[in-house]
C-alpha cells in the first residue's frame, strides 16, 4: 500500500506570499497518476493538477505542481485570499487504487 | 452545464442500508470511470470504490463486502449501495469522475457530496 505524507500540516504566510506543499510517498510513484486538490469549508474538493504538473482547466497559473518518484511539490506562487484552504495530493496506484494525503491546511497568517 | 448531484445520505442505524445516487449531466456516466470518494467530519479524504468503463469495479478495503457500485445508463446515474453500515462509514460521500480518455485517473468534476450518519 503506498501511503502518501503531506508536510507541513499547515502553513501559515500572509497573501502575496509563496507557499510550498510537499508530498511524499512510501513508495515512488508515477507522475502521471499523481494529483492535487484544492478544499474550502463546505465545499468539494477541486482539481488543481493532475500529471504532476498539469493545470486542469481554468486553474490560474500560480499554481505549479513538479517532482517524481516519491517527492512531489505543489507551490502557490503569490497567495490569493481565495488560495487559503486545505490542499490534498492523490495517487493512482496499486491496492488501494487511490489514495489520498492527509493535506496541508494553508492559513492567514 | 457538466455537474454531478449526489443525493440519497441521511440518518440510519448501525447494520442497516442505504443507496446514494449520483445523477450526472453535461457527460456520459458509462463512458468515464466513476468514483466515491468520502471524507468524515472534520477528516481527509478517502477513496470508497470505482465502476470502470467496461464495468469492472474495484473497492477500498473497508467497504468490500458491504458496498457495491453500480450504474444505469438509462439514467446516466451511478450508485452506491451500503449495507452493514457501521457508526465509522459516517461522512460526507462525493462522487468524482475520472476522464478515461485522460491517462490521469484525476478526478476532475465531484458533487456537492450527500452525508451519511450511521447512528
Known amino acids: 500500500e503506498i501511503v502518501l505524507t503531506q508536510s507541513p500540516g499547515t502553513l501559515s504566510l500572509s497573501p502575496g506570499e509563496r507557499a510550498t506543499l510537499s508530498c511524499r510517498a512510501s513508495?515512488?510513484?508515477?507522475?502521471?497518476?499523481l494529483a492535487w486538490y484544492q478544499q474550502k469549508p463546505g465545499q468539494a474538493p477541486r482539481l488543481l493538477i493532475s500529471?504532476?504538473?498539469s493545470r486542469a482547466t481554468g486553474i490560474p497559473d500560480r499554481f505549479s505542481g513538479s517532482g517524481s518518484g516519491t517527492d512531489f511539490t505543489l507551490t502557490i506562487s503569490r497567495l490569493e485570499p481565495e488560495d487559503f484552504a486545505v490542499y490534498f495530493c492523490?495517487?493512482?496506484?496499486?491496492?488501494?487504487?487511490?489514495?489520498f494525503g492527509p493535506g496541508t491546511k494553508v492559513d492567514i497568517k | 452545464e457538466v455537474q454531478l448531484v449526489e443525493s440519497g445520505g441521511g440518518l440510519v442505524q448501525p447494520g442497516g442500508s442505504l443507496r446514494l445516487s449520483c445523477a450526472a449531466s453535461?457527460?456520459?456516466?458509462?463512458?468515464?470511470?466513476m468514483n466515491w470518494v468520502r471524507q468524515a467530519p472534520g477528516k481527509g479524504l478517502e477513496w470508497v470504490s470505482i465502476?470502470?468503463?467496461?464495468?469492472?469495479?474495484y473497492y477500498a478495503d473497508s467497504v468490500k463486502g458491504r458496498f457495491t457500485i453500480s450504474r444505469d445508463n438509462s439514467k446516466n446515474t451511478l450508485y452506491l449501495q451500503m449495507n452493514s453500515l457501521r457508526a465509522e462509514d459516517t461522512a460526507v460521500y462525493y462522487c468524482?469522475?475520472?476522464?478515461?480518455?485522460?491517462?490521469?485517473?484525476?478526478?476532475?468534476?465531484w458533487g456537492q457530496g450527500t452525508m451519511v450518519t450511521v447512528s
Open positions: 468524482a469522475r475520472a476522464p478515461s480518455h485522460s491517462n490521469s485517473y484525476a478526478f476532475d468534476i
Open positions: 453535461g457527460f456520459t456516466v458509462s463512458s468515464n470511470y
Open positions: 465502476i470502470y468503463t467496461t464495468v469492472n469495479t
Open positions: 513508495q515512488s510513484v508515477s507522475s502521471s497518476y
Open positions: 500529471g504532476a504538473s
Open positions: 492523490q495517487q493512482y496506484g496499486s491496492s488501494p487504487l487511490f489514495t
